[in-house]
């Protein structure tokens, strides 16, 4: 049973570029979520997809955008790009009505120059 | 809004003893759930430990085990008989049921032999 999976491992922009990254959620997991994680910092929420709708959106800037498929995977997309968005960017999953554990990809290290 | 609070930024140990790893938050809510997840060098965040909070007795997992004080709001961990391969970045986390993922800034452990 394949875990999560993040595609990108390593991605490396331009300032005022856009860009994309894909999770595959744990098999039987309904939920993803998304998080960015500044170097030597805890994550931060950015937002969770559920039956492709965002159900929840934390403190991120219209810049950032999602979307959810029907086979549950999810896409993070991140325009205008900063050199402030240079982080590693978490995707989570877990079975909205289990109500607890979040599963976690190995993440996509985004570099912007 | 919920926060999470890790006051100790660095923290080392020899293998087999013992440390503890402290967290308080703070939540108006009286469901909530409560996580340690373990983020090693090669960067995936793995669950160690959670609590939920209508539980009054602490939760236990091998060799980690928490002290979960409710009413002074803190949660810390206790890991025995320390391993090398317990060194890695330790976060304390809060969430409502299914919702968002609220991070501490991280506690970084070094085990040493």
């Known amino acids: 049973d394949a875990g999560v999976t993040q595609s990108p491992t390593h991605l490396i922009k331009t300032r005022g570029q856009q860009v994309t990254l894909r999770c595959s959620p744990k098999?039987?997991?309904?939920?993803v979520s998304w998080y960015q994680q500044a170097l030597g910092q805890g994550p931060q929420f950015i937002f969770q997809?559920?039956?492709?709708?965002?159900?929840q959106r934390g403190n991120f800037p219209d810049r950032f955008s999602g979307h959810q498929f029907p086979n549950y995977s999810s896409e993070l997309n991140v325009n205008a790009l900063l050199l402030g968005d240079s982080a590693l960017y978490l995707c989570?999953?877990?079975?909205?009505?289990?109500?607890?554990?979040?599963?976690f990809g190995p993440g996509t290290r985004l570099t912007v120059l | 809004a919920q926060t999470v609070t890790q006051s100790q930024p660095e923290m080392s140990v020899q293998e087999a003893e013992t440390v503890t790893l402290s967290c308080t938050y703070d939540?108006?809510?009286?469901?909530?759930?409560l996580f340690w997840y373990k983020q090693p060098p090669s960067r995936q965040m793995i669950l160690v430990i959670r609590?939920?909070?209508?539980?009054?007795q602490n939760a236990t997992e091998n060799r980690f085990s928490v002290n979960f004080q409710k009413a002074a709001k803190s949660f810390s961990l206790k890991i025995s008989d320390s391993q090398l391969g317990d060194t890695a970045m330790y976060f304390c986390?809060?969430?409502?049921?299914?919702?968002?993922?609220?991070f501490g800034k991280g506690t970084t452990l070094s085990v040493s032999s």
């Open positions: 989570a999953s877990s079975y909205l009505l289990a109500r607890d554990e979040q599963f």
């Open positions: 098999s039987g997991h309904d939920t």
């Open positions: 997809y559920y039956e492709e709708e965002e159900r």
């Open positions: 939540t108006s809510e009286n469901n909530y759930y």
């Open positions: 609590q939920e909070a209508y539980k009054q």
């Open positions: 986390a809060i969430s409502q049921a299914g919702t968002a993922l609220i």
